[in-house]
């Protein structure tokens, strides 16, 4: 896919180099997707701003991935996810369209794919997740066929709401690793989607839905976990957890999973199977010097500055912070990372903290969404005067409309 970019976009890095090219810049933001584009925005307002600073990341697109739930469940389009990745570069920054490979903190700079060396004074890493896709045995050569679809990827997520439009009855079953994922209720969202189009259309009492996951419960939070246990009781949808998908086989429409306690492999036939693969820290970030002993990049969990290297941070999908994979967390870390990062440079005392605060809407079916809002302590750090463990249309008209806007308009312009 190539990108169009216009005249007003911030176009990338076109300096050619050697292999041995060394270049500086002040602060070097590794990761172009919401993270790092918002903390871009964040640091370059304002027209007495003069911080250098520049993005490395090689995509030629930008996706608004929230959403593509409801591309899956035939309520969003795919095409509005996507925008070029130079249109949301901001105004005062520089992009370096290349991939890092290789960070030497201990000599502040890092690697690219080009051979390019980029030495800085601050860094701030916001690579997101890796979607280990080869994982599951036969996931990667069977999605988009034969019922297996997922929703974690642009190309992929239209398969998604192909099966689910499609589907005359049988057996569904929609899945969740044992690792860390990108939004941790995404997995069951479009199970509920699913059971809400198969009642509409008729197909309901022919069809067996089960959703089976590798961790213990539905959900962390005991405020929300009790109102999404209703929902699957409520649905008829059968729950099976400490079962992690291993295989698939295509020809017979066969899944596999292993118990996490015993080890024991079953085999489940099915019609349909949603994948959400397994997920875990970028090879680049796991195998360098910033990483902690799994792999995700190792910062104080309130400053988001690095535990052993002061001039680096971290924030979004690829840090080690024990909170939700979301948006909406990274709404609040980037502020933290962007207002002590300043004052780091200032030479004060860095004060802004931050207290794990992240957000999953949780749509349990058309025009129905529960808002999850909680903190480290997995206590509810609600926004609205009422009780968010609510299916509510309100809070479906928020996670359709208005915060798609947020993203676009607010949070990659660094104002939220």
Same mark, same amino acid.
């Given at each position: ?17 050697? /292999? ?6 002040? =602060?070097?933001?590794?990761? @172009? +997707? *919401? &993270?790092?584009? #918002? ?116 190309? /992929? ?6 099966? =689910?439009?499609?589907?005359? @009855? +049988? *057996? &569904?079953?929609? #899945? ?241």
């Amino acid at each position: 896919m190539i990108s169009n970019i216009s005249e007003n976009c911030q176009k990338p890095d076109q300096t050619k180099h050697d /292999s041995d090219q060394v270049i500086h810049h002040q =602060i070097v933001i590794v990761g @172009g +997707g *919401t &993270a790092g584009i #918002t903390v871009a925005a964040q640091l370059t307002r304002g027209w007495a701003n003069q911080l250098d600073v520049v993005i490395v990341d090689p995509s030629d697109s930008h996706y608004y991935q929230p959403a593509w739930t409801l591309v899956g469940g035939g309520a969003f389009r795919r095409e509005k996810t996507r925008r070029d990745e130079a249109s949301v570069i901001p105004r005062k920054a520089k992009w370096i369209r290349d991939a890092v490979i290789q960070f030497e903190p201990q000599q502040n700079r890092l690697k690219t794919r080009d051979g390019r060396t980029i030495q800085y004074d601050y860094l701030v890493v916001c690579a997101g997740i890796q979607i280990k896709w080869d994982d599951v045995k036969g996931l990667k050569e069977s999605l988009g066929h034969g019922g297996v679809c997922s929703n974690y990827s642009f190309e /992929s997520v239209g398969s998604t709401w192909d099966n =689910i439009s499609h589907f005359k @009855g +049988g *057996t &569904a079953i929609f #899945t969740q690793p044992v690792t860390g994922i990108k939004c941790g209720g995404a997995p069951q969202k479009i199970c509920y989607l699913a059971d809400d189009y198969f009642r509409q259309h008729g197909v309901r009492d022919k069809t067996k839905m089960i959703f089976v996951s590798g961790t213990g419960s539905l959900f962390a939070v005991e405020k929300y976990r009790k109102v999404l246990e209703q929902v699957a009781q409520r649905k008829n949808i059968e729950t099976r957890f400490n079962q992690s998908l291993v295989a698939i086989s295509a020809d017979t429409k066969e899944a596999i999973f292993q118990d996490m306690e015993t080890g024991e492999e079953t085999s489940v036939s099915y019609d349909m199977i949603h994948v959400t693969p397994p997920m875990g820290p970028p090879e680049f970030i796991a195998h360098s010097p910033l990483a902690d002993e799994k792999g995700w990049v190792d910062v104080d969990k309130h400053t988001l500055q690095h535990v052993r290297f002061p001039n680096v941070f971290a924030l979004g999908d690829s840090s080690n912070l024990p909170t939700s994979k979301t948006a909406a967390a990274i709404r609040k870390q980037a502020p933290i990372v962007s207002k002590n990062l300043s004052t780091l440079i200032a030479g004060k005392p860095m004060t802004a903290k931050y207290n794990g605060y992240t957000s999953c809407p949780l749509v349990t079916g058309y025009g129905k969404l529960v808002l999850a809002e909680f903190d480290y302590d997995k206590l509810p750090d609600e926004t609205f005067p009422f009780n968010q463990a609510k299916e509510r249309w309100s809070m479906w008209l928020l996670k359709k409309y208005l915060l798609p806007v947020l993203y676009w308009r607010g949070m990659l312009k660094g104002r939220v």
